[in-house]
């Protein structure tokens, strides 16, 4: 795989999960891997980095956004061409990432956003599925850009779009936050068919879709107060 | 002398005194120091004389001295609480750039 492609993890007590993670992605010769460790209390740090990833520490609980940014930050300062966020618990497939990462490197769009509700079907639970269209809907509202799945964490983007797309939010309102920012900095994009896998494990690890509540009400705020 | 005012003047006393001691120890700007007093002071002012509240009421066409009072304590509570807000926002942001930039020192 192309040396300048880095995968980006943000993980917070992913301790069971993240070795077989940063292995799928290894075996599938994707060498640039990048855990950052959200302050976690379990071994989440040493076992990412015996698994072979870069593992980067905050030293105590940001939230996913800010995670996300840090491990971001490392891999535009190690030369990344092509960065891709991916999840910790896997809920992401190693066998999209050829799709995702394609257009970005061949230049075609500055950033590829995965959707589970276009092309291949992933099984989402209904009250999952109720929510995020919810937030597809608030997305097209707030910032007037219409996507299909707008909270997939699997995302690429381009050295510039990673250098220009400003992460404020720490927490989960991180991923409406680069929704806009695609459209404040006039960056292109494309929705990319992925397969969510909601696994056992997943479900207990991917938050509550009560907290789609807490991120609508941020989302309004920062709409308006910046 | 009422035990209300025994009261009030006790808090104007306490508060000046804890603010000129942080303004000694650098702990307060000039501003704010002079804030602060402004609003102590005031407590006291009108514990003690409690018509000058109706005489600065009055031509503002607020009914009462007291009612003015209170408008104006709700209206400031809620302007240090929104700053404090901010404060913290910026708090946050700070914690998260030092978080970020230790995680990536140590690499």
New interface residues.
Partial sequence: MDKGVWIVIAAFNEGKSIANVVKSLKDADYSNVVVVDDGSKDETFDVASKAGAHALRHVINRGQGAALKTGIDFAVREGAQAIVTFDADGQHRVEDLHAMIGPVLKGEVDVTLGSRFIGKKSDIPFVRKLFLKGGVFMIWLLYGVKLTDAHNGFRCLSRKAAQSIEIKADRMEHASEIIDELRKKRLSYREIPVIILYTDYSKTRGQSSWNAFRILYKMILHKFLR | MTPFQIFAGLVMVIGILRAFMMYKERKLTNGWFVFWLIIWGGVGVLAFIPSISYRISAPLGVQSGISLVVYLSITLLFYLVFRIFLRLEKL??D??RL??E???R??
């Fill in positions: 946050q942001t914690i998260t978080v970020r230790i995680a990536l140590k690499k």
